[in-house]
């Protein structure tokens, strides 16, 4: 079982960045496909990124496009998000997903459904 852990949640004003990470305790997570997604209440999880650890290939939804990085670091074995330009509706309980690739194309592993492992989540707050 693969432990997921989030870290980097907090209060941001709009404008502003964070840097949300991920990592697996003792688990290099290599050749695995790591999401984040995020959800608020009443409403379903929506991927918002994901990147392959075999070959760093990236996904970005639509609405993130532009203002979000996903990242590995390899020394450190950690997934980030960075987010720039946060607004409002970018306030969500922000998760770290994780599930082995199968498919050269990290594109469609890039969902829920396909994903093995979940953080407990971090909650991300913009607001002044």
């Known amino acids: 079982q693969v432990r997921l852990v989030e870290s980097g949640g907090g209060l941001v004003q709009p404008g502003g960045s964070l840097r949300l990470s991920c990592v697996a305790p003792?688990?290099?997570?290599?050749?695995?496909?790591i999401a984040w997604f995020r959800q608020v209440p009443g409403r379903e999880r929506e991927v918002v990124s994901c990147i392959s650890t075999t070959d760093g290939a990236t996904y970005y939804a639509d609405s993130v496009k532009g203002r979000i990085v996903i990242s590995r670091d390899n020394t450190e074995k950690t997934v980030a998000l960075q987010i720039s330009s946060v607004k409002p509706e970018d306030t969500a309980l922000y998760y770290c997903?994780?599930?082995?690739?199968?498919?050269?194309?990290?594109?469609?592993?890039?969902?829920?459904?396909?994903?093995?492992?979940w953080g407990k989540g971090t909650q991300v707050t913009v607001s002044s």
């Open positions: 003792g688990y290099p997570l290599d050749y695995y496909v």
């Open positions: 997903a994780a599930s082995v690739q199968v498919d050269t194309d990290v594109t469609s592993q890039c969902n829920a459904r396909d994903m093995d492992y």
